[in-house]
């Protein structure tokens, strides 16, 4: 009889937290296209884009990967708040339509964050022990962020010369 009533009170709390996870207090995050990849737009080694793939696009990407524990309340709110602000504060994903200088502001904020040991976040990180990022990761997504940003600005600058010819040839009429 006790035996019973704990199986009807688990199947109940059970088919609530199905039920709640289809509550989406963020949006609804799941569902974005996600097609290409990370960084599409930048120029990246594949070592690089690999790590950010696996330890940062869950949150700062479209390209979520969503476990099945995700599928539940209120785990289910938990992650879809992280990736709905991971989000907010720098996807991935959108890298093409950024500005140049947002994109040197973002190279600068990535490799900051990966220094300082912030992120991946802490729950996410003891979650996901492979996640947390290594000595020479850290060393790799800070060259590239230096490289990239530097690469930004020649291109920049040289739009900019190339800008200045064209007006002046336009001016003397030649
Ligand atoms: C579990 C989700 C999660 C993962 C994984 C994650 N982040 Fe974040 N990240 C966040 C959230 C949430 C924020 C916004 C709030 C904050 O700054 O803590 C954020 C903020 C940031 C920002 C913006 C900081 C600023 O100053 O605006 C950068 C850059 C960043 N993360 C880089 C990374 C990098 C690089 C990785 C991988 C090594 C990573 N994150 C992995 C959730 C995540």
């Known amino acids: 009889m006790k ?21 989406h207090p963020w949006g609804d995050v799941r569902s974005v296209s996600s097609s290409g990849q990370i ?19 869950d949150c700062h990407s479209n390209q979520t990967h969503w476990p099945a ?10 992650m879809e708040h992280d990736v709905y602000a991971g989000r907010a504060a720098a996807n991935l994903s959108r890298w093409e339509g950024m ?3 947002d994109r040197i502001a973002m190279l600068t904020r990535i490799a900051a964050e990966a220094r300082s040991g912030e992120m991946p976040t802490r729950p996410y990180a003891i979650a996901h022990p492979a996640t947390r990022l290594t000595e020479s990761d850290k060393q790799e997504i800070a ?14 600058a040289e739009q900019k010369i190339t800008g200045q010819k064209e007006r002046k040839k336009h001016e003397t009429g030649q």
């Not at 035996?3 to 509550?23: E, I, K, N, P």
């Not at 120029?43 to 696009?57: F, G, M, N, S, W």
């Not at 524990?69 to 938990?78: G, K």
């Not at 962020?145 to 930004?152: L, P, Q, S």
Request: glycine share 4%; hydrophobic share 45%; proline share 3%.
């Open 39 to 57: 960084l599409d737009g930048s120029t990246v080694p594949d070592d690089v884009r690999k790590v950010l793939e696996k330890k940062c696009a």
């Open 3 to 23: 035996r019973r009533r704990t199986m009807a009170v688990g199947a109940l709390l059970l088919a609530a937290s199905v039920g709640l996870s289809f509550v």
């Open 143 to 156: 060259a590239w962020a230096r490289a990239e940003r530097k690469r930004i600005r020649t291109e920049i």
């Open 69 to 78: 524990y995700s599928r539940f309340a209120p785990t289910s709110w938990l």
């Open 99 to 101: 500005s140049a200088d």
